[in-house]
T-cell receptor, first 110, second 118 residues
Framework: GEDVEQSLFLSVREGDSSVINCTYT??????LYWYKQEPGAGLQLLTY?????DMKQDQRLTVLLNKKDKHLSLRIADTQTGDSAIYFC??????????FGAGTTVTVRA | DTGVSQDPRHKITKRGQNVTFRCDPI?????LYWYRQTLGQGPEFLTY????????KSRLLSDRFSAERPKGSFSTLEIQRTEQGDSAMYLC????????????????FGPGTRLTVL
């Protein structure tokens, strides 16, 4: 079965970098995703990475993929209070469904 | 298009009652998905449609659950004889699946329907 694991909580000072880690199990996943969920709002896709890539950068976001270890990370540079949310790592399974981790709650303190 | 919409946003019901939720996907999207999210967990896949055909159902979807997507547009998810364990956020998502060789499948999520079973 599929199982995506994430650390549950992260506290970071405003202006510092945040790093959220994730491990996944399905080596056949073609895409891996990071979603953001704010209270009362739906899941918002932040970024994704194709499995044949090692790194992807998108403005303040950097995704690193270690396929050998099935490890994915999301780095947020210059973290702002608006980045406080729950971040979900997800892997694509069988080309249609997403398997999500339990989410990492990021709290940005002033 | 304003994105995926779901109705109602909140539903409180008594155990044993039937409930029905509606999802309106992004209009040009051919795939529609239902997920369930409980407190402190990530969304779990329930079922999905490609156009009007229901192609996959998770083992989480008991016989009390049924989903439809008539005419390949909006979808409904019905739960019969609700139980307290059905209390969760029910999320709908849609995507436009490309042709052969297009593996990227960005799913756009709605705001969810929060179900509370008393």
């Amino acid at each position: 079965g599929e199982d995506v694991e994430q650390s549950l909580f992260l506290s970071v000072r405003e202006g510092d970098s945040s790093v959220i880690n994730c491990t996944y199990t399905d080596s056949s996943s073609t895409y891996l995703y990071w979603y953001k969920q704010e209270p009362g709002a739906g899941l918002q896709l932040l970024t994704y990475i194709f499995s044949n890539m090692d790194m992807k950068q998108d403005q303040r976001l950097t995704v690193l993929l270690n396929k050998k270890d099935k490890h994915l990370s999301l780095r947020i540079a210059d973290t702002q209070t608006g980045d406080s949310a729950i971040y979900f790592c997800a892997e694509s399974i069988d080309d249609y469904k997403l398997s999500f981790g339990a989410g990492t709650t990021v709290t940005v303190r002033a | 298009d304003t994105g995926v919409s779901q109705d109602p946003r909140h539903k409180i019901t008594k155990r044993g009652q039937n409930v029905t939720f509606r999802c309106d996907p992004i209009s040009e999207h051919n795939r529609l998905y239902w997920y369930r999210q409980t407190l402190g967990q990530g969304p779990e896949f329930l079922t999905y449609f490609q156009n009007e055909a229901q192609l996959e159902k998770s083992r989480l979807l008991s016989d009390r659950f049924s989903a439809e997507r008539p005419k390949g547009s909006f979808s409904t998810l019905e739960i019969q004889r609700t139980e307290q364990g059905d209390s969760a956020m029910y999320l709908c998502a849609s995507s436009q699946r490309g042709g052969v060789g297009t593996a990227y499948n960005e799913q756009f999520f709605g705001p969810g329907t929060r179900l509370t079973v008393l």
